[in-house]
């Protein structure tokens, strides 16, 4: 059993030591502290103890650098720790071993690939943009993980919505840095933190009206891409999002009764083809793109990309709101422009929820057998009224 002594400067110089084996003293005021002085004669301050029904040593300093009280207060707060089973030792290590957020992400990202992969269609798409907002905040990929903080967070975000002006993105790079922490079932998650405040969305409610929806079919139909004035005007025609139309299949096109069926991912396991009622605008467009498919393509809009049917269309539509002399709208407003000029002629909810191929909020199957032609008879009236003066070929 080792000495006690009262650890004191005087006293730890004075100790005889052996020069073969390791000499070690106990502290007569704090138990499990003890100084061992080795054979060269360096002089070191320990806790020895069981933690968990197992011996622990841990190092508290080196004599003379650390001196005795000192020595003797950080033994009683590890002391302390250990007594309510915080270790400090073992906290390093696992912070030695812990993962990186990249280590991290790699997994994540790995399901990211596996589940875009589901919709082969729109994998490449889906992938390139987790990729794009990854590349957004390198600064934290070789973060351990218990270095990202909710304030660096904030921060982050604070900076690259003002100096950088890209308040969406903003949102979206915390989004994933959120998605990839639950991912990887870590105890906390930085990003969730009531800390952190999203920026508001501000909903667009912006729509072609009158002269200028005039003036824009007028230079949509002059536009040297014939297949997107096809795809813009089928989206004013049917209210279908730009990236719906772009992906029409033909087995969802029931040209003889005038229906489109898009098939729409609901969740997981269950998906929509809510019937959209084509109008006559939209028929003639479809029937002429019909007869021109002599390549018989799966897809309406065909092209050689990895999806196999065209994509991009912002620069056909910057091109084509100049020709228009209009600027500040998006393609996705032309689904709004519909919805809007639809809503004005007094369309009932019944009649915009057909003609947009929504469900109602309350019911899933309220409106499953609604009768779309009504819909089309109505909406066929307004687009006649609002483009009565454009001749379409």
Same mark, same amino acid.
Request: charged content about 30%; proline content about 4%; aromatic content about 10%.
């Given at each position: ?98 993962? +990186? ?20 269609? +729109? ?52 989004? @994933? ?63 279908? &999002? ?49 007869? @021109? ?20 269309? @912002? ?19 032309? &689904? ?13 909810? @019944? ?18 057998? &609604? ?5 089309? +008879? ?16």
């Amino acid at each position: 059993m080792a000495k006690k002594v009262n650890f004191t400067k005087k006293i730890i110089d004075g100790l005889p030591w052996s020069k073969s084996n390791a000499t070690t003293y106990s502290d007569e005021k704090v138990r499990y502290h003890r100084i061992i002085i080795s054979p060269s004669g360096r002089k070191t301050f320990q806790v020895y103890m069981k933690h968990n029904g197992k011996p622990v040593k841990r190092k508290v300093g080196t004599y003379p650098e650390v001196s005795p009280e000192k020595a003797r207060q950080v033994a009683k707060d590890i002391i302390g720790e250990l007594n309510i089973g915080v270790d400090r030792q073992d906290e390093k290590v696992k912070k030695r071993n812990e993962p +990186t957020y990249e280590d991290i992400w790699k997994d994540y990202y790995k399901y990211l690939v596996d589940k875009a992969n589901k919709k082969p269609k +729109t994998a490449a798409k889906n992938i390139a943009q987790y990729d794009s907002v990854y590349n957004c905040y390198e600064e934290f990929h070789a973060l351990q993980l218990s270095e990202i903080t909710p304030d660096m967070l904030v921060k982050f975000h604070r900076n690259y919505s003002i100096d950088k002006g890209k308040k969406t993105a903003a949102n979206n790079i915390l989004r @994933q840095i959120r998605a990839c922490f639950y991912y990887a079932n870590v105890d906390y998650n930085p990003a969730a933190s009531k800390k952190i405040k999203y920026n508001p969305r501000n909903k667009r409610k912006k729509y072609l009206r009158g002269n200028e929806l005039n003036a824009f079919v007028n230079a949509a139909l002059q536009d040297e891409s014939k297949d997107f004035c096809d795809v813009f005007l089928l989206c004013l025609f049917t209210a279908a &999002r730009i990236g719906s139309v772009m992906s029409m299949e033909w087995t969802d096109v029931r040209l003889e009764y005038g229906i489109w069926e898009p098939i729409t991912k609901v969740s997981d396991d269950d998906e929509d083809n809510t019937p959209i009622g084509l109008v006559e605008k939209a028929l003639n467009i479809l029937r002429r793109r019909y007869k @021109q498919n002599i390549d018989k393509s799966e897809w309406v809009f065909p092209s050689t990309s990895k999806s196999g049917h065209i994509s991009q269309p @912002q620069k056909a539509f910057k091109r084509i709101l100049a020709r228009a002399g209009l600027e500040g709208f998006t393609p996705h407003d032309l &689904r709004r422009t519909a919805i809007s000029h639809f809503a004005q002629a007094s369309a009932t909810d @019944q009649e915009l929820l057909t003609l947009t191929g929504n469900k109602t909020l309350d019911t899933k199957d309220v409106y499953a057998q &609604r009768d779309v032609g009504i819909v089309k +008879t109505h909406y066929n009236v307004v687009l006649d009224r609002i483009l009565k003066n454009i001749d379409f070929i």
